[in-house]
């Protein structure tokens, strides 16, 4: 399995920053995908942000020129820089990882327990 240390979560006024950080951890192969997705108060999970192996990013249309996501292949890290931050980017962020354990064949979906962001004046 996979295991997941995230941090840089907490409470910033509108327009402020935060960095969050996701380390994977564990019989891990190879990572293909890292990012984050995040799930406000009645809403579904949306795409926040993920970046492959070889450094190509998406990010969801909500955060396109605001977020920045970075990898660190050797170390299994992400990182996701948040600039101009909105009440409405308030929810709890998913680290998410799709990759292949060693002795496995099928790449697999693995999720982290969440950390929140509160963007509130």
């Known amino acids: 399995q996979v295991q997941f240390v995230e941090s840089g979560g907490g409470l910033v006024q509108p327009g402020g920053s935060l960095r969050l950080s996701c380390a994977a951890s564990?019989?891990?192969?190879?990572?293909?995908?890292m990012g984050w997705y995040r799930q406000a108060p009645g809403k579904q999970r949306e795409l926040v942000a993920t970046?492959?192996?070889?450094?190509?990013?998406t990010y969801g249309d909500s955060v396109k020129g605001r977020f920045t996501i970075s990898r660190d292949n050797a170390k299994n890290l992400a990182y996701l820089q948040m600039n101009s931050l909105k009440p409405e980017d308030t929810a709890v962020y998913y680290c998410?990882?799709?990759?292949?354990?060693?002795?496995?064949?099928?790449?697999?979906?693995?999720w982290g327990q969440g950390t929140q962001v509160t963007v509130s004046s």
């Open positions: 998410y990882c799709n990759a292949v354990l060693s002795g496995m064949w099928e790449m697999t979906d693995y």
């Open positions: 564990g019989r891990i192969f190879s990572i293909a995908v």
């Open positions: 970046i492959t192996r070889g450094g190509s990013p």
